[in-house]
């Protein structure tokens, strides 16, 4: 799920390249919309590739997708917001919406892995402790046998 979101990002980036959204654009707008953009989803595509190389337990990968979309839905409700009020509004919707989402992506991205790894390193922990406890009650065993 974190490769499509990122792989999602950079086909925005591409399509935003292509298909410029006003035709006044000059091509230093375009190539930065196109950066910002597809550097959220770069950022993010080459993280989810690269997860099954860290000490994330694949078991807690949701958790890294779900902060993405967090991010996302969380940057979404604030430009709703911005949008509803008098006099105000996004002046481009259609290059500030996937430059925003797409760094708050990133943002959630960088928290779930967080998570993640906060989830993994508790999990071998309990582990650990069920083993020092079998351990224990062997030698007790042992002990008094």
């Known amino acids: 799920m974190v490769v499509a979101i ?17 035709h006044d654009a000059s091509l230093v707008a375009v190539l930065v919309v196109f ?8 950022v993010i595509f080459v993280g989810g590739y690269r997860l099954p190389r860290t000490d994330i337990d694949p078991l807690f ?3 890294i997708s779900t902060w993405c979309l967090v991010g996302i839905g ?10 509803a009020q008098p006099d105000t509004g996004l002046s481009e919707p259609a290059r500030s919406l996937p430059i925003l989402t ?3 992506a990133v943002a959630g991205f ?10 993994t390193h508790a999990r071998r922990l309990e582990r650990q402790n069920e ?8 030698l007790e065993e042992a002990k008094s046998g």
């Open 131 to 138: 083993l020092l406890e079998r351990t224990r009650a062997q």
């Open 61 to 63: 990968y949701p958790v």
């Open 110 to 119: 960088g928290v779930g892995l967080y998570a993640a790894r906060a989830k």
């Open 6 to 22: 990122g792989a999602w990002y950079l086909l925005l980036a591409v399509a935003t390249a292509v298909v410029p959204t006003s």
């Open 74 to 83: 969380v940057m979404v409700a604030i430009l709703a917001l911005y949008h």
């Open 35 to 42: 950066a910002f953009i597809g550097g959220s989803g770069a």
């Open 102 to 104: 797409g760094f708050s």
